[in-house]
């Protein structure tokens, strides 16, 4: 089953063999850099 497969599954209530593994934060590490670029403390 491919990720495709697998959410469509998932969504309509149907078996499926794992959970889809998704990115939902992909740009989380770029805010941290802006945070940093505009003065946030590494330790913080």
């Known amino acids: 089953m491919n ?11 149907q078996p ?3 959970l889809p593994l998704l990115e939902w934060a992909g ?6 850099d802006r945070w940093h ?3 946030l403390s590494a330790t913080s």
């Open 3 to 13: 990720a495709r497969e697998r959410f469509h599954a998932i969504m309509n209530f």
């Open 16 to 18: 499926f063999d794992r």
């Open 27 to 32: 740009w989380w590490d770029q805010t941290i």
């Open 37 to 39: 670029g505009e003065g």
